[in-house]
Nanobody, 125 residues
Framework: QVQPVESGGGSVQAGGSLRLSCLAS????????MGWFRQAPGKEREAVAAVDSDGSTSYADSVKGRFTISKDNAKNTLYLEIHSLKPEDTAMYYC???????????????????WGQGTQVTVSS
């Protein structure tokens, strides 16, 4: 398993859009989930969106309707389309690969699964 590598973050104005990418190889003969998490300064890491090996997805209530997660298995890449960005979306966004868990059960602990270094999203009002 190779550590995931995120990209695509940046500074945008409220209402803008971004697409985050995560390059991550997975063992496709095992059940796995891939997800996006975020952590703002002074706050705990929270799950944002996830997709499992069956294609089931899970979203945090705060991002439903604005964020869309998808994966391209041929490119070993996970995406997060973000629209209608709000200042409260400002955070470091992390990608994680975890085995043996469903999309709605991914862990926020850094010692569980595989985690990237993160990509910063900053939204100004």
């Amino acid at each position: 398993q190779v550590q995931p590598v995120e990209s695509g973050g940046g500074s945008v104005q409220a209402g803008g859009s971004l697409r985050l990418s995560c390059l991550a190889s997975v063992y496709t003969n095992a059940r796995y989930s891939m997800g996006w998490f975020r952590q703002a300064p002074g706050k705990e890491r929270e799950a944002v969106a996830a997709v499992d090996s069956d294609g089931s997805t899970s979203y945090a209530d705060s991002v439903k309707g604005r964020f869309t997660i998808s994966k391209d298995n041929a490119k070993n890449t996970l995406y997060l389309e973000i629209h209608s960005l709000k200042p409260e979306d400002t955070a470091m966004y992390y990608c994680s690969v975890q085995y043996g868990v469903d999309a709605n059960a991914m862990r926020t602990r850094s010692d569980f699964g595989y985690w990237g270094q993160g990509t910063q999203v900053t939204v100004s009002s």
